[in-house]
Structure formats: C-alpha cells, structure tokens
C-alpha cells in the first residue's frame, strides 16, 4: 500500500500514540498490504532531531510502499518501562508472541522454551553483555534460533528504526555495492566493486552518497568510529546527539583535526541504502563494551539514517575474501548478509562475528540457513604440502638440486592455496584440485626421469635421511614379502617438522624390501629367482595407489650391473585406480657376457612427489 503522501510521518512525541494507532488501523486486514491502496504513513517522532527529519526526506528515495513486515516468532522489549507512549506499540505486530524482558535471565530456559526467531527490541543503551551475549552465543550455529534486534541511540532514533521495518525498497533500487580497503576482491557482475586502487583515481564520497544502494558494505580498517577507505573515511559522527561528558572520543572530540582529510569524511547517517554493511571491527559494539561515547559511534549513526537494516560486527573477526565473494553472491541472490558472514567465517572463530539490526527481508527456517564454513582444505594439497616442506627443509637436498626451483614454485602455491581467502575464494576447490594436480603431474614426470638417468640421486637417500631423524612406532604389522615368507612392516615417525614418516618392510631373507611414504604408492617386485646369461627376466611391479591418477613408475638395477643389461620400459606410466592392485611389466634383458652371481633390482613408482621403492634379489646362472 502506497499513503497520499509521504511514506513517513514527522509528529510529537505527543502526538505518536494516536497516529501509531491510525497507521496501525490502516494496516491491520491481511489484504491491505497487497491492495494498492492509500495508507496512513508511518508516524515518526523527530522533536529536536533535525537530522532525523534528513533522513525521512533521504527514505523518500529508497522507499516506493509501506506493508506490515513478516513477523518474528518472539519479541522482547527492553526497557519498556522508559519508552514513550507508542513505541512500543508501534514494534508489536514486529513479533507474533512478546514475552518480558526478566524472561531473558536464565538464556538457556528461555531459548529452550521459545524456539524460533527471537527480536530484541531496545534503546542502545540496554543492549548490554548482560543478556545479549548468551543469546547471541545460543543462538548462533542454532538450527532452531535466531536473533537479531532493533536499536537506536534515544528513543527517537529506536522509533525512527522500528518505523522503517515497514517500508519496502523501490524496485528501482538496486544497486549493490562494496567498497574494500583490505582486498581486491573479483569483479562480480552486478556489483559496484572499488578497492584501494579506486580511491586513488574516484570520489568514493560522491559515489556514495550520490546514489542508491540496495545493499552496500564498507570494509577496512577502523575503530567504533570510523572506517577507513584510502584517505576517505566513514564517519560516525552524530550532528545531533550531545557528547557525554567523562567519556572517551576521537580526536575531534577534543577540537583536534580528523585525523583523515575532513573533505572526504562519508557522514555514514547520509548513505542512501536499504542495507549497509559494516565489515570492520567493533563497527556494532554492545554498551558496555564501546570504546567511544555514543556521539561518534558507527552503529547508530547508521540507524539514524535511511537504512532500514544495519550490519554490525560486534567485536574483532577475520572477515577477508571469502566473505567479500559470499556476501557479494548473497547479496545478488536476495541472502541474508548476517547469515552469510557468520556462515563463512564459522572455520577462523567460535562466535559470531555480526550482528542484524533490522528485521530479515523474508524470514525462512533457521535450518536453512548457509551451511558453516570449515576452514578444511584438500587433504591432497596438505599431503602435498607436507613433502615440500621437507624436502626443501630438510637437507636432504643439495642447495643446488635440480628439483629445487621447481619444488619452491610449487610451495610458493601451496602456501597460497592453503589460505583461507584464496582456497575458498579466487578459485574453487575443484579449480584448486584441478591446478595442483596438473602441477604434480608435471613434477612427477621430472623425478621419474631424473630417477632413471641417476638412480643415486639424493631423493632416493630419503628413508636412510629421514629414518636417522625418526622414532620407531611401536605398531609392527605383519606382512608376506614378495618371496613369499613372511616380513614385519614397520613406521618411521618424524621427530621434528621437515622430517618425514618412512615405512618399511623388511623380510629375513630379502632384507629391507620396500619403502614408501604414508600415503604413497605401495609396491612388490615380482620375478623369478634366476635368469640364465643372455636371458630375460620379466618382471612384474604390483601397485596400489591410495588415490586414482597417473603413477610413474621405472626399473633400475645397481650401477656394475647396467652396462650388461637392457631395462625395457625405462619408465612408464599408468593410470591407477584409488586401492586398487594392478600389474606392471617390465623386462630386463642381460648381455651373454653378464657374470653369473646374486644380483638385485629395485622397482620405482612415483606419484604427488613421492617415491615408493621395492628391491628383488634374483641369480644370473650360466648359460
């Protein structure tokens, strides 16, 4: 419903319980919300609030109709016995059931009676650690409660925040916004991005406030006061309210300059937007925990504004790229913003890190809020990870190692991958998988061919390095040896963080049969136990990967026996199966001249930059 005139109502204290009432009138049947009609505005007090009246003629922009909001299940009313007439009647059809405020002491007993969504409705001065915290801590995660609350820095400014629960946006507003000084998130399309780079080149004030904003968020450095973007600053600085003696403030508050350029401060109560967005510490502290006097603080020179819906943090969080591209996609997609940041940042802390003031858009089951975060990147990229670090930590490698400049590129990745902004942002976790594993493919065709041309390469010295900086792992498994007797399979554990798990089986015949690293490729050399000169020995190499993907594998034999012999293939690769044995063949040709006596080969595999080895003794025999 559309009223004759303006959407809101400027009256008298004195004058509100009687036009609440008329509103109130006006909106009650179920079908005037839809009908089109005209409609009582909605009545707000601005005795001595010249600001306030500012932004009622900066709602006018933002706002086309008026309707009666989706209810909460639970309301409650702090303070009640201060409010002027008419506020609170004014918050009631806000919430379905209204319960009072003694209610909240025991937070546990109330939220187990009263599930649902729950709305705390008072003056800034009652919302207090005691009790908004436990509610906030028992609601949060909740897929049976929510909370969020509606606020002001007097009781004009609660009512001027109730009052505009019952607008709603202009379909032409709906420009969404973001505005960083800690990233450089992506281009969303849809979304006006600016980042430090833009604060150099664009008047980011007359961009704010020159337009109309469905949603915008601000995000950068700050205090309760203030936050920066480039030498532009958003201000929480009041007009109106009187500053409190004995209380800290700013700079200003003390007849001292800005300490920004004061021509580029955004007076925050200014914005033109449905929805901001303060994406910076302590921008919505409770009460008792603000560091400056109410005259200067972000939050309620938000709410004083046009905003019918104000994003706070109410203390320090971590919020970066992910919540950026979750916010930026949440906000395209009609999301709830508080959902979404808490959401996302559920894997950097155990609390909630914004609060909503202003009642959600359209309220859906707690169930279905965003999935939480968990900040778990892929086990692949942390195996990976791992085996970098030691070898390029370790000395198990030259500083002149021809993997090492391959190796820390590839680090320098992982380092990066590993983040939470980027491994849940820029790329995908598909994109990640995708990038790594081309990467390791490449490395692993590198290490296979340096095996093949230097089998004495210091990376094959890795179970004798690392198992000198080890501890025995009393857990000793039994297993059959590729001779078929019987052997002990035993780990190796690290002692310090660049010194890697080694596993080993070890048969009383063949002695140390293979190694191989925790999740590396498991081998057995198959062959017969002797050749005759000039002969063939086939061989068979029986593989199980942990995870499917190519496998290099290769033969070598020891350095006086490979000028006698012709290794057929040299090296080779297979596409494995993720647990699942598979054969490959090779074939060791020997020179008629070759002396018979005992001999070995060791058969390789490797894969993610892991090398698994399994040595066979076999006899050359006269021809």
């Not at 937070?107 to 207090?128: E, I, K, M, N, Q």
């Not at 909370?147 to 004009?156: I, K, N």
């Not at 370790?394 to 939470?420: C, F, Q």
């Not at 390095?465 to 690290?494: A, I, K, M, N, Y």
Request: with cysteine; hydrophobic share 40%; glycine share 6%.
């Amino acid at each position: 419903m559309k009223p004759a005139g303006p959407l809101f109502r400027p009256v008298k204290f004195t004058q509100l319980p009687t036009a609440v009432k008329e509103f109130l009138d006006a909106t009650e049947a179920p079908e005037a919300t839809d009908a089109g009609g005209e409609a009582a505005a909605v009545p707000v007090p601005v005795e001595g609030r010249e600001d306030l009246v500012q932004s009622l003629d900066l709602a006018a922009r933002l706002y086309r109709t008026l309707g009666r909001p989706h209810p909460v299940d639970h309301g409650v009313l702090l303070g009640a016995e201060q409010l002027p007439d008419g506020v609170a009647d004014l918050a009631r059809p806000l919430a379905r059931h209204w319960l009072t405020e003694d209610r909240l002491a025991d937070a546990p007993a109330f939220l187990r009676d009263h599930p649902g969504s729950l709305l705390l409705v008072g003056c800034y001065d009652r919302l207090t650690l005691d009790p908004v915290r436990s509610l906030l801590l028992a609601t949060y995660r909740s897929r049976t409660h929510a909370l969020t609350l509606l606020s002001g820095r007097d009781a004009a400014s609660l009512a001027w925040s109730v009052a505009k629960q019952y607008a709603r946006p202009d379909a032409e507003v709906d420009a969404v916004g973001l505005f960083t000084d800690t990233d450089r998130p992506p281009h969303l399309p849809g979304v006006q991005v600016f980042d430090d780079r833009d604060f150099e080149q664009v008047d980011i004030q007359s961009t704010i406030l020159d337009s109309r904003w469905r949603k915008v968020a601000f995000q950068g450095h700050g205090k309760d006061d203030s936050v920066n973007l480039g030498e532009f600053t958003i201000c929480g600085l009041s007009p109106a309210a009187p500053a409190r003696p004995g209380l800290l403030g700013p700079r200003c508050a003390y007849g001292l300059p800005c300490y920004k350029p004061e021509d580029k401060l955004v007076p925050l109560h200014r914005v033109p937007a449905v929805e901001v967005v303060l994406s910076a510490c302590n921008s919505g502290p409770l009460a008792d925990l603000a560091l400056y006097d109410p005259k200067y603080q972000l939050l309620l020179n938000a709410l004083d504004g046009p905003a019918r819906t104000v994003v706070a943090a109410v203390s320090v969080h971590d919020s970066d790229r992910p919540e950026n591209v979750a916010w930026m996609r949440s906000a395209l997609a009609g999301g709830d913003t508080v959902d979404t940041l808490n959401a996302s940042l559920a894997g950097s802390h155990p609390y909630p890190a914004f609060l909503r003031f202003g009642l959600p858009e359209a309220p859906e089951p707690a169930a279905a809020r965003p999935a939480f975060a968990e900040h778990r990147p892929d086990p692949l990229l942390l195996t990976v990870g791992r085996r970098l670090t030691a070898l390029l930590g370790s000395e198990l490698l030259p500083h002149n190692h021809a993997l090492r400049p391959r190796l820390t590129k590839l680090a320098r990745k992982v380092d990066l991958w590993v983040a939470r902004p980027t491994h849940l942002a820029d790329q995908s976790a598909e994109e990640i998988r995708a990038s790594l594993t081309a990467d390791l493919q490449s490395l692993d065709h590198v290490i296979a061919g340096q095996v093949t041309a230097n089998p004495e390469d210091e990376l094959m010295n890795y179970p004798a390095h690392f198992g000198d900086r080890s501890s025995l792992d009393p857990e000793v498994r039994e297993v059959t040896c590729h001779c078929g007797r019987p052997s002990q399979e035993f780990t190796r554990r690290g002692l310090l963080p660049n010194v890697l798990d080694t596993t080993c089986a070890v048969c009383m015949r063949c002695g140390d049969v293979t190694f191989r690293l925790p999740e590396a490729p498991a081998l057995l050399a198959h062959a017969e136990d002797e050749v005759r000169q000039g002969g063939v020995l086939e061989v068979r190499a029986a593989l199980t990967a942990p995870r499917g993907g190519p496998v290099r594998l290769g033969l070598f034999v020891p350095t006086y026996l490979r000028e006698e012999v012709t290794v057929e293939p040299g090296s080779t690769k297979v596409r494995a199966v993720g647990g699942q044995a598979q054969d490959v063949h090779f074939r060791i040709r020997f020179d008629p001249a070759t002396a018979p006596q005992a001999y070995y080969f060791t058969v390789f595999a490797v894969q993610d930059l892991a090398v698994s080895t399994a040595r066979r003794h076999f006899g050359v025999l006269p021809r």
